[in-house]
């Protein structure tokens, strides 16, 4: 039995399809390579777990005093991620869509593609996606240097990048992000500046800038152990990051999360910039949202979801309309405070005190008194009548501040 048929429903949608022409050496995520043609399977099985879950009933409630985004009513919002969802046909990409809305209807929704610039199959493709509802396309660029491209393993050119980005434009598409990454082996700041540079040329709305994390299981983590490679060090990778924030600053991007930076106006939700990606701000205010597709990673009722990881695990699961569900978590008061602090802070504006109170149930200023005492003394936290955000100092350290409210 699958309990999530029963429960209150979300104004959030995660939809993951798995597949990939190849993995990147990076990428931990639970992605497949070479299982194209399962894809007409895995559709048919996630339009049924999706026809299983409950349309959003309840509007977000908003309390006396809440956070600023959620006294401005988010909208609803559904993210197609991956692995490489332009990999999907257009005929089960319309599928999917279909049954997403309802569950999250269209109307007022952002609603987000990811695609790969080595996959995007110029503009007839990317004309039909926008016209099946398709708002907001998110590129997975990562670098705008052709060796670093190939040592990541990526299937695309900076100059085949720059296509897709501008068929994306000339179709429709209003709001673009583009992916990037800093801190990649070899990688010189004067490498990570001509990015940038070339990058602000295109005008871009949005701009997801992401350190390397090198994790265990990757192909990349073994050449850096292995001393086949090697990364910059923390003060080059911290002086990219601050490059990044004067860079973007100084040509019209405002950073309204750690790593994310959007063009004004400031006409967005709660004062955020136009472009700003509303489906990961729903995570970031800690947001209940439904999930769906193999690995997929939900939040909702107070508990912490996710799906079985294989593909053919969840293609006999959900193909035979049994639930998916591998696990399933419920979260204590105290698991909600710590996610709701180790997110709402990555945010620019911060996280207020009634946001959390109405939350969790609990008052930082007296369960966490000593904790806002001391990293504001540090100078990595802000405090004010309405709650507390990191300052720039503070957002270099972020996950160390974060840390203190675990």
């Known amino acids: 039995m699958d309990w999530r048929t029963h429960s209150t429903g979300a104004r959030h949608l995660y939809i993951h399809i798995p597949f990939c022409h190849r993995r990147c050496a990076y990428c931990d995520f639970n992605t497949y390579a070479n299982m194209d043609d399962r894809m007409g399977a895995y559709t048919n099985a996630l339009v049924n777990e999706l026809h299983a879950l409950p349309v959003e009933r309840h509007p977000l409630s908003v309390p006396a005093d809440p956070h600023p985004l959620l006294r401005a009513d988010l909208p609803?919002?559904?993210?197609?991620?991956?692995?490489?969802p332009s990999m999907l046909p257009l005929d089960q990409m319309e599928q999917i869509l279909q049954a997403a809305s309802a569950v999250v209807p269209f109307a007022g929704a952002e609603i987000t593609v990811e695609c790969n610039p080595g996959t995007v199959l110029g503009k007839d493709y990317l004309r039909q996606l926008h016209g099946m509802g398709v708002n907001r396309i998110s590129m997975g660029v990562q670098s705008l240097n052709d060796p670093l491209l190939r040592m990541l393993g990526r299937i695309h050119t900076a100059a085949e990048a720059r296509v897709s980005y501008e068929d994306a434009r000339a179709v429709g598409f209003d709001s673009v992000n583009l992916d990037f990454i800093f801190g990649l082996p070899g990688q010189t700041p004067a490498d990570w500046h001509d990015t940038l540079a070339q990058a602000v040329t295109w005008d871009v709305d949005h701009f997801a800038i992401y350190s390397l994390i090198l994790e265990?299981?990757?192909p990349l983590y073994a050449q850096v152990q292995g001393g086949r490679l090697s990364v910059p060090d923390d003060d080059i990778t911290g002086a990219m990051y601050e490059h990044t924030m004067e860079f973007l600053g100084a040509r019209g991007y405002h950073q309204y999360e750690i790593s994310n930076w959007a063009r004004g106006p400031l006409t967005g939700p709660g004062g955020l910039p136009k472009h700003a990606g509303l489906h990961n701000v729903a995570y970031w205010l800690n947001a209940a949202y439904h999930a769906a597709g193999a690995g997929a990673h939900g939040h909702i009722d107070g508990k912490r979801f996710v799906d079985v990881l294989a593909v053919e695990d969840y293609i006999t699961r959900a193909g035979m309309l049994s639930s998916p569900l591998r696990e399933t978590t419920d979260l204590s008061p105290t698991d909600v405070l710590a996610e709701t602090m180790m997110m709402g802070l990555r945010l620019n504006m911060g996280v207020s005190y009634a946001h959390v109170i109405d939350r969790t149930g609990f008052d930082i200023r007296q369960t966490h008194g000593s904790v806002l005492a001391d990293t504001i003394?540090?100078?990595?936290?802000?405090?004010?009548?309405l709650g507390i955000r990191l300052t720039e100092r503070g957002r270099m350290y972020g996950n160390q501040v974060?840390?203190?409210?675990?």
């Not at 609803?76 to 490489?84: A, E, K, S, Y």
């Not at 003394?377 to 009548?385: F, K, S, T």
């Not at 974060?402 to 675990?406: M, N, P, S, T």
Request: charged letters at 20%; zero cysteines.
């Open 377 to 385: 003394a540090e100078g990595l936290l802000i405090a004010d009548e």
């Open 402 to 406: 974060f840390q203190r409210f675990l």
């Open 76 to 84: 609803p919002t559904i993210f197609l991620g991956g692995g490489t």
């Open 216 to 218: 265990e299981s990757t």
